[in-house]
């Protein structure tokens, strides 16, 4: 990790977010240096989940949607709505989503049980288990490409994700 001073990055720090030390205030530089990083790696993390599901065939939106659905627990069923809202992704883009999932079987619609007007979006048995199967896959490949973090640090670094996440999470829900 980068050393950092109250006036900016050390003298190490890569260039990118060194070159914004000129244009930002010190009393916001941490804020520049969690901003730019969780982007960077949000971006990074993207690219490496389509490379690593590719092999399966699935796209990054599709795996999380897979994912919601066998998360959320039996009878892996989800709202379109709140499928869209743990995808952080819009209506439109989750319905081209769902859409190419029912047509390769691996989830369909029924009818909501409390609310026959509305459908909700269930996992098929092979939309299980290429759920269960590509978890294996992500976690497997990424013990194996970013196994640098012991169990503890990975536990820090969720919890305080977690955190930003949650903080993110409220704030776009409150508009």
Request: overall charge negative; aromatic content about 4%; glycine content about 10%.
């Amino acid at each position: 990790m980068t050393e950092t001073t109250a006036a900016g990055p050390a003298s190490n720090e890569p260039t990118s977010l060194g070159q914004l030390e000129r244009y930002v205030d010190p009393k916001h530089w941490s804020t520049v240096e969690v901003l730019v990083r969780i982007f960077r790696t949000g971006r990074q993390i993207e690219a490496w989940l389509a490379d690593t599901l590719a092999a399966e065939g699935l796209d990054t939106s599709e795996y999380a949607a897979l994912s919601a659905l066998w998360m959320h627990g039996a009878p892996h069923r989800l709202s379109a709505g709140e499928i869209a809202d743990r995808l952080v992704q819009t209506t439109g883009g989750t319905t081209k989503t769902i859409r190419r999932l029912e047509e390769r079987g691996l989830v369909g619609r029924i009818a909501d049980p409390s609310d026959g007007r509305r459908a909700l979006i269930e996992l098929t048995p092979a939309g299980l288990q290429m759920a269960q199967a590509t978890l294996e896959l992500v976690l497997d490949t990424f013990d194996l490409d970013i196994g640098g973090l012991g169990a503890a640090e990975r536990s820090e670094l969720g919890e305080r994700l977690a955190q930003v996440s949650g903080e993110l999470d409220d704030r776009l829900h409150r508009r």
